[in-house]
């Protein structure tokens, strides 16, 4: 059973950092194109930062660049996203997704790529 469930979301003044957990269960994350997408009220789901198979390749958002950072540990089968100098503009639900077996991608970020989801855990930047 394929599972992706979320953590770390929270509150957090700008300037501040966050650090948000996918932890899955029924399937190996290394093996997948891996991402993290968010969704403001009113807006589209965008896509922030991929990882692909044995993190050969990371993808970023130019609206986050050097300030998040995806990687995995792999000892707990769990992806992470690291949030530095956050903005009220961060401020969003953050979805981990599961891809396709990829070490590469020009379409890291297209969602109809991604078959599985978690439930999303909630930033908010004030």
């Known amino acids: 059973h394929v599972q992706l469930v979320e953590s770390g979301g929270g509150s957090v003044q700008a300037g501040g950092s966050l650090l948000l957990s996918c932890a899955v269960s029924?399937?190996?994350?290394?093996?997948?194109?891996m991402a993290w997408f968010r969704q403001a009220p009113g807006l589209e789901r965008e896509g922030v930062a991929a990882i692909s198979v044995a993190g050969l390749n990371t993808y970023y958002a130019d609206s986050v660049k050097g300030r998040f950072t995806i990687f995995r540990d792999n000892a707990k089968n769990t992806v992470i996203l690291q949030m530095n100098s956050l903005k009220s503009d961060d401020s969003a639900m953050y979805y981990c997704a599961r891809g396709p077996i990829a070490t590469s991608t020009t379409r890291p970020f297209s969602a109809v790529r991604y078959d599985s989801w978690g439930q999303g855990t909630q930033v908010t930047v004030s």
């Open positions: 029924g399937f190996t994350n290394s093996r997948h194109l």
